[in-house]
C-alpha cells in the first residue's frame, strides 16, 4: 500500500481528485436551534470555509445549537454527559479508494455549540470568529473520513487544518500563547468526535 503523504490523513482509503476534475460542488442547510444561538458570521462565509475543505462534492448541514442540546446529542452518541463544541454526523461512511466521477457525496451534519464555542474562544484568548471558523473546518473535514484517533491521524489533520485556516489569515489555533488547553501542553485536543451513522 502507499503510504499517504504528510499533509494528507493516514486513511489511506481516501486521494486526491485528478487535477482536471471539477471543482467540488456543496449544498449547505444552515439550522438555527434558536435566535439565542445565531452566529455572528455569513452564510456565505460559512460556505467559503467549507468549500476550501472539500475533496469532493457534499450535501451538509450546519446546525447552531445551544449547550442543552450538545449535552443531550454527546449524551446519546457518544455517551458523555457534557455539551461539546462539535459533532460530525456522517451518513456515508465509506469514502472510496479513489476519488473520480462515480465518488459518492458527502452526507453529513455538523453540530456546533456556540455557548461552548464562546466560551472555549475566551478561555484560549481567540476571537470567536477564528474559533467558529476552525471548528466548522474542523467538522467538515470529520464529515470527509478526517479524524484523530491516533497521534499520526490527529498531526495530519491538524496539519491540514492550519493550512486552510492560513488561507483566510486565521492563526494556527493549536499555538497557545495563554490559556487552558487540553491535553498536551502549547497544543489543543478538542474532546468530541465524529459519528458515523
Not at 17 to 39: F, Y
Request: a positive charge; charged letters at 25%.
Amino acid at each position: 500500500m502507499i503510504q499517504p503523504a504528510s499533509t494528507r490523513p493516514v486513511n489511506a482509503r481516501r486521494a486526491s481528485a485528478p487535477p482536471t476534475s471539477a471543482p467540488p460542488s456543496l449544498s449547505l442547510q444552515v439550522q438555527i436551534a434558536s435566535a439565542l444561538h445565531q452566529p455572528d458570521v455569513e452564510r456565505r462565509q460559512l460556505r467559503r470555509w467549507i468549500l476550501a475543505t472539500l475533496e469532493r462534492s457534499a450535501v451538509l448541514t450546519l446546525r447552531f445549537v445551544g449547550r442543552d442540546e450538545a449535552r443531550q446529542l454527546n449524551r446519546e452518541f457518544r455517551d458523555r454527559d457534557y455539551a461539546t463544541n462539535v459533532l460530525t454526523f456522517i451518513y456515508n461512511a465509506e469514502p472510496p479508494i479513489r476519488l473520480n466521477a462515480a465518488a459518492p457525496i458527502v452526507q453529513a451534519d455538523i453540530v456546533l455549540c456556540l455557548d461552548v464555542l464562546a466560551d472555549e474562544a475566551r478561555a484560549q484568548h481567540k476571537s470567536f470568529r477564528d474559533h467558529l471558523a476552525h471548528l466548522v473546518i474542523h467538522g467538515a473535514l470529520h464529515a470527509q473520513g478526517w479524524d484523530h484517533e491516533s497521534d499520526d491521524a490527529a498531526a495530519q489533520m491538524e496539519a491540514r487544518e492550519i493550512q486552510l485556516l492560513k488561507r483566510f489569515r486565521i492563526a494556527n489555533p493549536y499555538q497557545i500563547a495563554k490559556g487552558p488547553a487540553i491535553g498536551i501542553p502549547g497544543k489543543l485536543r478538542y474532546p468530541h468526535s465524529a459519528i458515523t451513522t
